[in-house]
């Protein structure tokens, strides 16, 4: 009797058992450490802006100290010249005063046959002119007050401007940042939704291949308990 030839198995891979897992594992890590990277470079990017701002706000406050330190010593510096020019009317009135009275004094000195009724009337000129120069002062004065409550006003309309200014700017870059947090806190909540899909699907697919290994599995059992059930037999054949 002839021997019959051994059937080969048609799927000898199946032999080495179930895949091995830790290479879709290890890709996973890889793609979230991806992400996490990515996260982290724009959070500092992001915290790069912010200090940028700030120190451009404290840049625009020193700008607007060092104009203002200008103008106060513009001020004083036209003040001086304006206290120089008064100084010297004064000096120069005074000048012209003792020009008069030596004049007035030589007139006097010229004149002594004159009546006491002439030195009555000069007596009143200068009273008239002392009464003038105090009207002048008086209105130099009243001007000068009201130079000063004029720049006191625009001092402080400047200043209201200022912190007008620096409030809006605080405003701004508060609802700035709210912005940017509630951005964030989306884009967060759209990649873990994101990153709980992809997951879902790779245990999905990670079933369906485990699945699909496990019915390889149970046709090579059948097909290995077929070809033991035939080797019996033939040797059984053999024997009778």
């Known amino acids: 009797m002839r021997k019959k030839k051994k059937k080969k198995i048609s799927n ?59 103008e106060e010593r513009s ?63 008086k209105v130099r004065e009243e001007e000068q007050k009201q130079k000063e409550q004029k720049e006191r006003k625009r001092k402080k309309l400047e200043d209201q401007k200022l912190r007008y200014e620096e409030q809006t ?20 909540k759209r990649k873990e939704s994101a990153e709980r899909l992809k997951d879902k699907q790779i245990k999905l697919k990670d079933l369906e291949i485990q699945r699909l290994k496990d019915q390889d599995m149970q046709k090579f059992k059948e097909e290995l308990t077929q070809e033991q059930v035939k080797q019996a037999q033939i040797k059984k054949d053999e024997l009778n």
């Open 75 to 137: 001020k004083l510096k036209e003040e001086e010249l304006k206290q120089k020019d008064r100084e010297q009317n004064i000096k120069d009135e005074e000048q012209r005063k003792k020009d008069e009275d030596l004049r007035l004094k030589d007139s006097d000195l010229r004149r002594k046959d004159k009546t006491q009724i002439q030195k009555d009337n000069e007596l009143k000129l200068k009273e008239e002119e002392q009464k003038r120069k105090d009207i002048d002062l």
């Open 169 to 188: 700017l605080k405003e701004q870059e508060s609802e700035k940042l709210k912005e940017w947090e509630l951005k964030f806190d989306e884009e967060q």
């Open 12 to 70: 000898p891979s199946l032999i080495k058992g179930i895949f091995p897992k830790s290479l879709g594992k290890a890709y996973t890590d890889y793609k979230k450490l991806q992400e996490i990277n990515k996260l982290k470079k724009i959070k500092l990017e992001e915290r790069e802006e912010t200090k940028q701002l700030i120190q451009e706000r404290k840049d625009l406050k020193l700008r607007q100290e060092r104009v203002g330190k200008e």
